[in-house]
């Protein structure tokens, strides 16, 4: 079945360093991809989709492609801030089963001042 | 606010109690789903109600019991649950088309639930 892989956290780092959060995907057909954010004490919010081969998805800094080839959507950003301090979920919508997302198990992210 | 509420925001219950989850979306979306969230693992998908109508229920047990009255509330009754039930309880919202993953939109979610059993 479909499945969603991401990096394990805590991901630790000072405030302006480069951000890579690893994600890849198992799925037999064309999913949809997203990568949604978790705040302290919040539910989760959509931080940014691409929804074919070769979308990039962008906001708030962040950006992600989506990479049909090697069956990823790493999330970066070139500078992060105190305020990007969250979990990040990579999620696919699922073309097979009966789920229809399919989320990762989350990494947390802290940004040190 | 993303235009979905859930209340309450934390519950402590005993295993015998019999206790209700409330959740409200005020974005006209046509679908609403129960996910839990324990630490550590991934998301997981309790349920699925598409124009009110249940589509999908992951394998919950049925100590679990959901209800959608309307398009806009979303229910989850509990009922002697076990320890091992604790989570985060979140609910979402999202304006489904047709059942082409390449049409689902985005899901909006609630703060969630705590949910403490004794």
């Known amino acids: 079945g479909d499945s969603v892989t991401q990096m394990e956290g805590p991901v630790t780092l000072s405030e302006e360093a480069f951000l890579t959060i690893n994600c890849t995907y198992t799925?037999?057909?064309?999913?949809?991809l997203f990568w949604y954010v978790q705040y302290p004490g919040e539910g989760l919010q959509l931080l940014l989709k691409?929804?074919?081969?070769?979308d990039k998805g962008s906001n708030k800094g962040f950006e992600a492609t989506y990479r049909k080839e090697t069956t990823s959507f790493h999330l970066e950003k070139g500078s992060v801030q105190v305020s990007d301090s969250a979990v990040y979920f990579c999620?696919?919508?699922?073309?097979?089963?009966?789920?229809?997302?399919?989320f990762g198990t989350g990494t947390r992210l802290k940004v040190l001042a | 606010e993303t235009g979905v509420t859930q209340t309450p925001r934390h519950l402590v219950m005993g295993m015998t109690n019999k206790k209700s989850l409330k959740c409200e979306q005020h974005?006209?979306?046509?679908?609403m789903y129960w996910y839990k969230q324990s630490a550590k693992k991934p998301l997981e998908l309790m349920f699925v109600?598409?124009?009110?109508?249940?589509?999908e229920n992951n394998s919950v047990p049925s100590r679990f019991s959901p209800e959608c009255p309307n398009s806009s509330h979303l229910f989850l009754h509990l009922h002697t649950l076990q320890p091992e039930d604790s989570a985060l309880y979140l609910c979402?919202?999202?304006?489904?088309?047709?059942?082409?993953?390449?049409?689902?939109?985005?899901?909006?979610f609630g703060p969630g639930t705590r949910l403490t059993v004794l």
């Open positions: 979402a919202s999202s304006q489904d088309g047709l059942r082409d993953p390449r049409f689902y939109n985005e899901q909006f």
């Open positions: 799925a037999t057909g064309y999913p949809s």
């Open positions: 691409a929804t074919k081969a070769d």
């Open positions: 999620a696919l919508s699922a073309t097979s089963g009966t789920y229809k997302y399919i």
């Open positions: 974005l006209g979306h046509n679908a």
């Open positions: 109600y598409n124009f009110k109508e249940q589509t």
